[in-house]
C-alpha cells in the first residue's frame, strides 16, 4: 500500500478535518458563481465537493496521481459540474481555468515552485492551503514531538522539518518566486475533537500519510513504546475526550 492510496483511510485520518479548512478556504476566495475551476491533488474530493456546494461553479475538474483516490471522489461526489482525472501537478491539462486551487498537496509536489508556474498560465486565480506542520497541526505535532522524544534518530521524519516552508512567509516566497506580484495569506483554525484516544490513535494505523506510514515501518514493539509516548502528552479529559486544533495557512494570487 502506497503513502497514499485509499481514500476510506485517508478521510479517517485527515480528510474529515481538510473538509473544515475547505469550507473557510472558499469562502475566503469569494469568487462569482458560474465559474471554470481545477482542484489540483484533489484527493478524495474534499475540496471540490466544498466548491460544488459552496460557490456555484460551472464546472470542477479534480486531478490526482492516485487512482484510489480519484475513484473515492469519483463513487462520493455525486454533481454532473464535476470530473475527475488521474493525473500528476506535472501533467496539468490547459487551461483557461477560472480558479486553479489546491488542498494540502502543495508540499508532496516535488517541483513546487515549476507547479506554481504552471497553475499562473493556466488560471486567473491560484490559491492553495497547506497545514502548519511545525507548530499548528495539534494531532500531528503531538506524533511527532513524542518520536523525537523516544526515536530522536529519525526526527527527520517529522513533517515539521520535513515541510518547513508551510508558513505564511513561506508560501508567500513559493508564490513570488512562480512570478505572481500580489500575494495574500492567511491562517484557518479548525477544531478536531477525539471521544477518546482510540479515536485518535486509530486513523494512524492505517498507513496512510507521513505519519501513520512511519509509524508501520517500525517494529511492532517500538509501535506500542511510541503510542504510550503520544498518549501521555496528549490533553486527555476526565470523559476521555481530546480537544485539539488544527491549524492551516492559505495563500492566494492573481496571476
Known amino acids: 500500500m502506497s503513502e497514499w492510496s485509499t481514500g476510506e483511510i485517508y478521510e479517517s485520518y485527515v480528510g474529515r478535518w481538510s473538509r473544515l479548512v475547505a469550507e473557510e478556504f472558499v469562502a475566503w476566495l469569494d469568487q462569482p458563481p458560474g465559474l471554470r475551476w481545477l482542484d489540483v491533488g484533489c484527493g478524495t474530493g474534499a475540496l471540490t465537493s466544498t466548491i460544488l456546494r459552496t460557490a456555484d461553479p460551472a464546472s470542477v ?5 492516485s487512482a484510489g483516490f480519484i475513484g473515492y471522489a469519483r463513487r462520493t461526489v455525486d454533481d454532473d459540474r464535476a470530473r475527475f482525472e488521474v493525473r500528476s501537478a506535472a501533467e496539468l491539462p490547459d487551461g483557461p481555468y477560472d480558479a486553479v486551487v489546491a488542498g494540502l498537496v502543495l508540499n508532496f509536489i516535488p517541483e513546487r515552485v515549476e507547479a506554481l508556474r504552471r497553475m499562473r498560465e493556466i488560471g486567473a ?8 506542520y511545525a ?3 495539534q494531532l500531528m505535532r503531538y506524533f511527532f514531538d513524542a518520536m523525537t522524544e523516544v526515536r530522536p534518530q529519525d526526527r527527520e521524519h ?3 522539518r520535513r515541510f518547513a516552508f508551510c508558513t505564511a512567509a513561506g508560501l ?6 512562480a512570478g505572481f506580484t500580489t500575494v495574500g495569506t492567511r491562517e484557518i483554525v479548525v477544531p478536531t475533537v477525539f471521544a477518546s ?3 485518535y490513535w486509530t486513523p494512524f494505523l492505517g498507513g496512510q500519510g507521513v505519519a501513520p506510514a512511519y ?3 517500525l517494529p511492532a514493539p517500538d509501535q506500542e513504546v511510541l503510542r504510550e509516548a503520544v498518549r501521555v502528552r496528549l490533553p486527555i479529559e476526565a470523559d476521555g475526550l481530546i480537544r485539539l486544533t488544527a491549524r492551516a495557512w492559505a495563500a492566494k494570487a492573481i496571476s
Open 215 to 217: 509509524l508501520r515501518s
Open 61 to 65: 475538474l479534480g486531478v490526482d496521481p
Open 125 to 132: 486565480t491560484v490559491a492553495v492551503y497547506v497545514w502548519d
Open 197 to 199: 484516544f482510540d479515536d
Open 172 to 177: 508567500e516566497g513559493l508564490f513570488t518566486e
Open 135 to 137: 507548530e499548528g497541526m
Open 158 to 160: 517529522d513533517e515539521g
